[in-house]
C-alpha cells in the first residue's frame, strides 16, 4: 500500500504521526515504545486500526498467521467445502394441561413433522433434512413422576417415527422421558436421533437436569447422562443439548471439541440471549425447538437467522454449514463486493451492527472459501491471527 493512500483520519492523527517517526528510526523497537505510550490513544474504533496495521504492513511490519492459541485454535473454517445446504424444521408447541394419552400423542407430533416436511417443500421445492421437536415431547407433563411418566422408545413410538423418518427422508430428533430400565427404576430426559431410512442412529440423555433444592431432587427422580455424542449425519455433525444445558458451559465446550457443527436443542425454555451467545461462541448453527414465545435458528455470527413467534407453531429455514465469517473490511463493503462479483451464486447476511456477516456459496462447483480470496479479504479468523502475530511482534501482552 503506498504511503500516500494511509488513511486520511490516521494522518491527522498526532497519535500517528508519532507511529511514523518511530517507525522511521527503528521499527520492532519503535512499534514497542509507541503503544507502550499511547495506549490511551490506540482506544480507537476497530476499522481505523485494522486501516492502519494494513498501511504499516506497507512500511515493513507484515505479519504472518500464527496458531491462535486456547479454544480459537480449536476453529476450523468450513469455507473451502462444496454447499451443504440443510433444510431444518423445528417447532413451537406446549404441552401442557391433560395428558391425551400416547397414541394421541404420537398422532399429533407424527402431524406436526407432516406441516414441516409440507413447508419445506412449498418454501424450497425439496424435501425437509431435520426435523427438531420440543423437550419431552412425547410425555410432556403427565401426571406423576418422571418414572411414571417414561417410556420406551420401542414398540409404538419407534414404529411412528421410523415410518415419518422414511416418508419424508429426514432425521428427527425425537424428545421424551425415556424408561431406561423397568426393574432398576431409571429413566432419562432423553432426545433420541432417528436417521432417514428410520434406523435410530442414538441417544443423547440430558446432563444437567433440573434440580429441586426444596426436594433434593432431579427432575422428578430421573437420572442424568454421562455421555456427548455427536452424529454423523449426510450434512454434517450434529449435536443435542437439551433445555438446562445451556446453562453449563461443558457441554457445549465438548461438543464443540468434537466437531458439532448444528446443535438441536429441545428446550422448554425459549431464551435467546445465552443460545446466540453459544452459537457465537462456539461457530455452530442451534436449532431451538420450544413450548412457547419462540422458536429460532441461531447462526454462527450470534445473530438469530430465522424465528417464529404466536401465533405461528412451525418453522422451516434452510441453512448452509459451509460459510465463511468475514469481518469490516472497505474491500468488502458490506457484502456488496461479492455480490457484484459472483450475483446470486452467493448468498449472506451483513450486520452494520456487528461489523460482521455470514456468507455462502449457491454454486456447487464454487466454494465460498474460493469466492472470498478471489476479492481479496479475511476470513474472521485469518485477520485474527493475523492481528495476534502483529501484537505478538510488537511485545504486546494479550
Not at 114 to 141: F, H, N, W
Request: charged residues 25%.
Amino acid at each position: 500500500m503506498p504511503v500516500e493512500n494511509f488513511p486520511q483520519r490516521c494522518w491527522s492523527s498526532p497519535t500517528f504521526l508519532r507511529l511514523l517517526i518511530f517507525l522511521a528510526m527503528r521499527p520492532r523497537r519503535a512499534i514497542r515504545e509507541f503503544i507502550s505510550t499511547n495506549r490511551e490513544d490506540l482506544q480507537m474504533n476497530r476499522r481505523t486500526f485494522l486501516a492502519s496495521m494494513s498501511s504499516l504492513a506497507a512500511l515493513g511490519a507484515t505479519p504472518t498467521p500464527v496458531p491462535a492459541k486456547g479454544y480459537a485454535a480449536k476453529v476450523k473454517t468450513t469455507s473451502n467445502r462444496p454447499p451443504r445446504k440443510v433444510i431444518v424444521g423445528t417447532a413451537m408447541q406446549s404441552f401442557w394441561g391433560q395428558y391425551p394419552g400416547l397414541r394421541n400423542r404420537l398422532d399429533q407430533l407424527a402431524g406436526i413433522v407432516d406441516q414441516m416436511a409440507a413447508q419445506a417443500k412449498t418454501k424450497y421445492s425439496r424435501g425437509l433434512d431435520l426435523a427438531v421437536l420440543p423437550e419431552t415431547a412425547i410425555t410432556g407433563e403427565a401426571d406423576g413422576d418422571a418414572l411414571a411418566r417414561s417410556v420406551p422408545f420401542d414398540g409404538q413410538v419407534q414404529e411412528v417415527f421410523t415410518r415419518k423418518s422414511r416418508e419424508h427422508g429426514c432425521y428427527i430428533v425425537v424428545p421424551t422421558y425415556l424408561l431406561d430400565s423397568k426393574e432398576k427404576k431409571l429413566c432419562s430426559n432423553a432426545a433420541i436421533l432417528v436417521g432417514r431410512k428410520g434406523e435410530v442412529m442414538g441417544t443423547y440423555r440430558k446432563i444437567h437436569l433440573v434440580v429441586s433444592l426444596e426436594r433434593g431432587t432431579m427432575e422428578d427422580g430421573a437420572t442424568p447422562g454421562d455421555a456427548l455424542p455427536v452424529f454423523d449425519c449426510d450434512f454434517g455433525k450434529l449435536g443435542i443439548q437439551i433445555c438446562y444445558d445451556m446453562e453449563f458451559d461443558d457441554g457445549w465446550s465438548e461438543l464443540a471439541r468434537r466437531g458439532a457443527e448444528l446443535i438441536a436443542w429441545p428446550t422448554q425454555s425459549p431464551q435467546t440471549s445465552q443460545p446466540a451467545f453459544r452459537a457465537r461462541e462456539h461457530r455452530c448453527y442451534i436449532v431451538s425447538s420450544t413450548w412457547r414465545h419462540n422458536a429460532s435458528v441461531f447462526e454462527p455470527t450470534g445473530k438469530i437467522a430465522a424465528q417464529i413467534t404466536p401465533p405461528h407453531s412451525i418453522l422451516v429455514h434452510e441453512l448452509d454449514l459451509s460459510y465463511a465469517l468475514l469481518p469490516w473490511s472497505s474491500k468488502l463493503r458490506n457484502g456488496e463486493a461479492l455480490k457484484n462479483a459472483y450475483g446470486d451464486k452467493v448468498g449472506f447476511r451483513y450486520y452494520e451492527d456487528e461489523d460482521c456477516g455470514i456468507f455462502w456459496s449457491n454454486d456447487p462447483r464454487t466454494t465460498i472459501g474460493e469466492m472470498v480470496r478471489a476479492i481479496g479479504v479475511l476470513e474472521l479468523e485469518d485477520e485474527m491471527a493475523r492481528v495476534r502475530e502483529f501484537y505478538r511482534k510488537a511485545s504486546v501482552r494479550r
